[in-house]
């Protein structure tokens, strides 16, 4: 079974600098998708940028880009000149891109909570 | 495009009732997952659907649960009777199609049972 982890439970970061957080996951897999999903405290689940393992450049959405390292089984994210509404519960979750069996389910890491300081 | 669209947002009873939660997927979306949230387990799989069926409840806690998808616009969570541990943040997401990767979610419920 594959797993996701998310070693760090707790970030922090200065509005406008650069944060990145880590991810790593365990899979036999050759084919699969990353995401990363952000939880604000209104509680909604937002889809912050995905990446195709058979896809080598690195994804990117905005100020949000990913290091995607598929050797070493690691995916972290980096938010660029942070910002206040980036404060939120960040989740790297894994799902296998082959069809049949289980493979619709998303395996999710605990999470890391982003506190940004003004 | 509306989203995922969920009812009730916040729902407290007291142990015992009958709990029923509700979603809309995104239009011509055919796979719909209802997903718990908790402090201690985090986000979990309660059942998924595809084509309105039920392909795996493996995850439903127990037969207290039980989940229906009359059509391809609405779906049911309920619990009876409801206790308290099974307070906790209900998310139900939906996905084009069954392997389609991206699962859009809803606002979420969240359950309080006294």
């Known amino acids: 079974a594959q797993t996701v982890t998310q070693s760090q439970p707790e970030m922090s970061v200065q509005e406008a600098e650069t944060v990145t957080l880590s991810c790593t996951y365990d899979?036999?897999?050759?084919?699969?998708?990353l995401f990363w999903y952000k939880q604000p405290p209104s509680r909604q689940m937002i889809l912050v940028i995905r990446?195709?393992?058979?896809k080598q450049q690195n994804a990117t959405e905005n100020r949000f880009s990913v290091n995607f390292q598929k050797a070493a089984k690691s995916f972290s994210l980096k938010i660029s000149d942070s910002q206040l509404g980036d404060a939120a519960m960040y989740f790297c979750?894994?799902?296998?891109?082959w069809g049949g069996g289980s493979n619709y389910k998303l395996t999710f890491g605990k999470g890391t909570l982003l506190t940004v300081n003004p | 495009d509306a989203g995922v669209i969920q009812s009730p947002r916040h729902e407290v009873t007291e142990m015992g009732q009958e709990v029923t939660l509700r979603c809309k997927p995104i239009?011509?979306?055919?796979?719909l997952f209802w997903y718990r949230q908790t402090m201690m387990r985090g986000l979990e799989l309660l059942i998924y659907?595809?084509?309105?069926?039920?392909?795996?409840d493996s995850g439903m806690p127990e037969d207290r649960f039980s989940a229906k998808m009359p059509n391809a616009s609405f779906s049911t969570l309920k619990i009876q009777p409801s206790e308290p541990r099974d307070s906790a943040v209900y998310f139900c997401?939906?996905?084009?199609?069954?392997?389609?990767?991206?699962?859009?979610f809803g606002p979420g419920t969240r359950l309080t049972v006294l």
């Open positions: 979750a894994y799902r296998s891109a």
């Open positions: 990446q195709e393992a058979y």
């Open positions: 239009s011509g979306h055919n796979s």
């Open positions: 899979t036999s897999e050759s084919d699969y998708y």
């Open positions: 997401a939906s996905t084009l199609g069954q392997f389609t990767d991206t699962q859009y």
């Open positions: 659907f595809n084509n309105n069926v039920p392909i795996d």
